[in-house]
């Protein structure tokens, strides 16, 4: 069973039999204070302030493992792979490369695309493979907004998908478009947010199952 929350943001933090890994930690330029999670493994899509502060992390055990680019990782039992992308659609030449994480947690393949600005290549979609639950940013900006959103879920085809990285109360001025625009672009009027999302091969969507989109409240 793997227990999912949303700590703002692009940050989650995923706990498993196999240990704690936490995705993207910002700094206070968001308007949200992170405060001082723990976790064995800390993934960073790309060096920004609000994606990389790996300081405000305190190891679960005796310390951090950082992975912050692509390749492939293997940490205590849990297995992770890293996609080079881009955080522009001209393939970095603004605001450099972004990495894709392939999260390997208690029999679930999750997915992070971190600041992910286009839709994925055929060799891009190889190497991310299948997928069960997505995270994707939804709000624009110097990332992919709605309908770009809802393609590169077309792309993955996961089987559960969180949105993440979009405008929210409390939050600063990111140029970053409300989670509702992306809700209406998938037809979806009405949702109850998940305070704490656990999940197991049991309870995810079967084959030829509709993906589930689950909204999550930010535990911070």
């Known amino acids: 069973m793997a227990d999912i929350q949303y700590l703002g943001h692009s940050c989650f933090r995923l706990r498993g039999r196999d240990g704690i890994v936490l995705t993207d930690p910002y700094d206070r ?41 692509p390749g492939e990782y293997e940490v205590g039992g849990i297995l992770i792979t890293g996609v080079r992308t881009f955080h522009d659609k001209q393939k970095g030449a603004r605001l450099g490369r972004n990495t894709v994480y392939v999260i390997h947690l208690d029999d679930i393949v999750f997915c992070h695309l971190g600041d992910l600005a286009h839709e994925l290549t055929a060799q891009q979609l190889e190497e ?20 770009e959103a809802a393609s590169v879920i077309s792309q993955i085809e996961p089987r559960v998908v969180i949105p993440m990285h979009y405008a929210s109360e409390g939050q600063s001025a990111m140029d970053l478009a409300p989670l509702d ?39 911070v």
């Open 181 to 219: 625009r992306f809700l209406h672009e998938l037809g979806i009027k009405e949702y109850v947010p998940e305070e704490r999302l656990s999940l197991n091969a049991g309870n995810l969507p079967g084959d030829g199952e509709q993906t589930r989109i689950v909204v999550m409240r930010t535990a």
């Open 29 to 69: 330029s968001v308007g949200r204070d992170l405060g001082r999670p723990t976790a064995h493994i800390v993934t960073v899509s790309h060096h920004h302030p609000d994606h990389d502060n790996v300081v405000a992390v305190r190891p679960a055990r005796d310390r951090v493992t950082v992975i912050d680019g």
């Open 128 to 147: 991310i493979g299948s997928v069960d639950v997505l995270f994707v940013p939804v709000g624009g900006g110097e990332t992919i907004g709605p309908a």
